[in-house]
């Protein structure tokens, strides 16, 4: 591994130092397999591939990350016009794991933590990926931050509902997981209102269209889906990948309002409320992989980023045990193939 | 006006010190007053010719002092700094050889130099208690004080023989009265480690002094001044550590309600995480179909002692890298997790 680090710098110093017009091709063609590998599949990443970039095809972004991206990433998809992640050993560490993964045992739950901009997001995205074709995907992203309406729930008096991003994620779950959709069956009956009801025995994705037909009753739709989900996981038909970005937000403060001015605590969001429970491990038949994210969370200083500080006492009980799973700077090495990517997609300009 | 004030500058030493001593009174009086001059011959010859010079000049009081130039040139190396300095004075720039210079700098300048320096006659200075000094006050002290015991020679034998600590202040002053308000407050500091209390006293005893405790170096400071005699606060502050050992060691009915929010540290046996744990764990030999495993097997079993250890340190000394990863370790052996080669 010594002999690539120095391989790999040569080659960046005779690159840097030679003109750029002689020797381009095979110069280029060298450097381009140091930071670029061809293999598109994440689970056949291992540990040679660690500190190259592999592309998604767009197609696929878009199935796969309706609104999962941080906002620089899909910038920058816009500007490459192609997606390219780094392959980093938190996120094959994390593919080793769930590889080995006993489906018969509670969910085990994975958290991942580090400073901020070090690619935890990035991490889960990469991991949400290989589970794109196996799993049945559960994302959801810094849902308490910014809401602008909440409503008293319909179903339990004293909760507080989302209804815009609850129909937004509808929209989403719809999109990433169609097929499981119609293999998955109710197993009660639902009723909505005094007309509505989903009979038992129907499948999954009428809850669905239910809680996106009726804005109203998305937040409820959304905690049938979980719950359904959840009690069928066992069963052994599909496999669920529970990944939370910003998993800290589902404890602590928010900054939201009831109409008389008292701070609303998460509990009493209906979203919240049900996502707790599926952060539970009584349920066995895939995992839980979460990102801690101070960006988001109010109330805590900038510089908190163990998992202690964000999660607060109350996120750390519910959370225990898991294996936390920390995500470093990138390594010199790293930092070359990134500098090296940019540098192909001329995204960084020489004087010259 | 230069010859007037050549004349004045180039008078012999009894005429400097005649300008410097009428030098403070104002100029017109001079030769108005005759009282303030000392030596009225020559005083008025000299005030008619500063008088002229005055008038001259315009109204400015300008003295042309002849500087003698300052002790400090004077001063050897080795001479003896406590006739300099023997009592706490301000700061004297002709007294002190050091090239000190002390204040804010113009722009792109250095600070003042110590000649007229406010700053520096401001400050309290401690050039009166040089060591030698010191060692002179405490020769002198030396005849008013007994031995030393012989059989306390270390720290350790004076702690061990006399474990609390009393401290007073006597105050000395020059005034009309020597009794001073502030020589009434005494302190007393003992050792927590010298006192003979078990865990439940020692945990309410800091709880019930608070702020006094030093949880560093173990000592308990309580510091009376309530009374207006110092033997009075000596007793009360004797009194005060009787009270508190007394009741440290008392058992309340009300201490039973003791909730998770009071504990000083971090408990692993009846928390959350141990539910935590003991659940997952039969779940999971739940579903290996392994017949009943007692809750009590699996307390004592290696994994679950290990991330019990964890989880202690994670919470009492705060999150560390290798205390996350040690954390990881137990929980991935803890859930059976393995990584495929």
Avoid at chain 1, 321 to 335: A, C, D, L, M, T
Avoid at chain 2, 22 to 34: E, S
Avoid at chain 2, 174 to 188: H, M, Q
Avoid at chain 2, 287 to 316: D, G, M, P, Q
Wanted: aromatic residues 8%; hydrophobic residues 35%; contains cysteine.
């Amino acid at each position: 591994q010594l002999d690539h680090g120095y391989a790999l710098h040569t080659a960046a110093t005779d690159c840097l130092s030679s003109v750029v017009s002689q020797d381009v091709p095979s110069l280029a063609e060298r450097t381009k397999a140091v930071f670029y590998t061809s293999e598109n599949d994440p689970a056949n990443h291992a540990d040679h591939h660690e500190g190259r970039h592999y592309s998604i095809p767009l197609e696929e972004v878009k199935a796969v990350f309706p609104h999962g991206l941080p906002h620089r990433f899909q910038q920058q998809i816009k500007t490459f016009n192609e997606a390219c992640l780094m392959v980093r050993k938190p996120a094959l560490e994390l593919f080793a794991y769930l590889k080995s993964t006993n489906f018969a045992h509670p969910a085990v739950r994975y958290v991942i933590y580090g400073e901020k901009g070090t690619g935890k997001t990035m991490t889960l995205c990469h991991v949400v990926h290989y589970c794109a074709t196996t799993f049945l995907l559960l994302t959801a992203h810094l849902w308490v931050k910014n809401c602008r309406e909440l409503m008293q729930s319909s179903y339990n008096k004293e909760r507080l509902d989302q209804p815009l991003q609850a129909s937004s994620w509808l929209k989403n779950f719809k999109t990433s997981n169609e097929r499981f959709l119609k293999e998955i069956k109710t197993q009660k009956k639902y009723v909505w209102g005094t007309r509505e009801s989903t009979e038992e025995g129907r499948p999954l994705g009428e809850v669905v269209e239910q809680g996106l037909a009726r804005v109203r009753n998305a937040s409820d739709a959304v905690g049938v889906v979980l719950k359904e989900i959840k009690q069928q996981c066992h069963l052994g038909s599909f496999r669920l990948l529970v990944a939370v970005d910003g998993v800290n937000a589902l404890w602590g403060r928010t900054t939201l309002k009831k109409e008389d001015k008292s701070p609303v605590s998460p509990e009493e969001l209906t979203l919240v409320h049900n996502l707790r429970k599926m952060m539970m491990n009584d349920w066995s038949g895939g995992a839980v992989v979460t990102t801690l994210s101070q960006t988001g969370s109010v109330f805590k200083p900038s510089s908190a980023y163990l998992p202690q500080e964000l999660l607060g006492k109350e996120g750390f009980d519910a959370l225990d045990p898991f294996v936390p799973i920390p995500v470093p700077n990138y390594s010199p090495r790293e930092f070359e193939s990134c500098y090296r990517y940019y540098l192909d997609r001329k995204w960084l300009q020489h004087d010259k | 006006m230069a010859p007037v004030g050549a004349a004045v500058v180039a008078g012999s030493g009894p005429w400097a010190v005649l300008s410097r001593c009428c030098g403070r009174v104002a100029v017109p009086r001079l030769f108005g007053g005759a009282a303030y001059s000392s030596l009225p011959a020559a005083s008025s010859g000299a005030g008619q010719q500063r008088e002229a010079s005055i008038r001259r000049r315009g109204r400015t009081p300008q003295f042309v002092r002849s500087h003698a130039p300052p002790r400090t040139e004077r001063m050897s190396v080795d001479q003896d700094w406590s006739s300099v300095y023997p009592t706490a004075a301000s700061f004297k720039p002709a007294s002190v050889p050091l090239p000190i210079r002390m204040g804010y700098p113009v722009k792109r300048g250095v600070p003042p130099p110590k000649e007229g320096n406010l700053e520096l006659i401001k400050i309290p200075n401690f050039l009166h208690l040089t060591p030698p000094a010191i060692k002179k006050h405490c020769a002198a002290l030396k005849d008013f004080c007994t031995e030393w015991p012989s059989a306390l020679d270390s720290d350790e034998k004076c702690e061990q023989h006399f474990p609390i600590e009393v401290e007073t202040v006597d105050y000395i002053s020059a005034g009309t009265s020597i009794r001073n308000p502030k020589a009434r407050v005494v302190t007393l500091r003992v050792k927590l480690s010298n006192l003979n209390l078990d865990e439940h006293a020692k945990k309410k005893l800091i709880k019930l002094v608070g702020e006094r405790y030093c949880k560093d170096t173990d000592i308990l400071t309580i510091t009376t001044d309530r009374c207006p005699l110092r033997r009075q606060n000596y007793d009360y502050g004797i009194h005060l550590l009787t009270v508190l050992y007394h009741e440290s060691w008392k058992t309340e009915m009300w201490e039973s309600e003791k909730t998770e929010e009071d504990m000083e540290e971090y408990i692993w046996e009846n928390s959350c995480s141990q539910k935590n744990a003991l659940d997952t764990l039969l779940r999971i030999k739940a579903s290996e179909n392994v017949s009943n495993v007692t809750k009590e097997e699996l307390l004592a079993s290696e994994v679950v002692k290990n991330y019990r250890n964890s989880v202690i340190a994670l919470k009492n000394e705060g999150e560390t890298e290798n205390n996350m990863s040690q954390y990881k370790e137990s929980v991935k052996k803890l859930l059976n997790i393995q990584t495929s080669p």
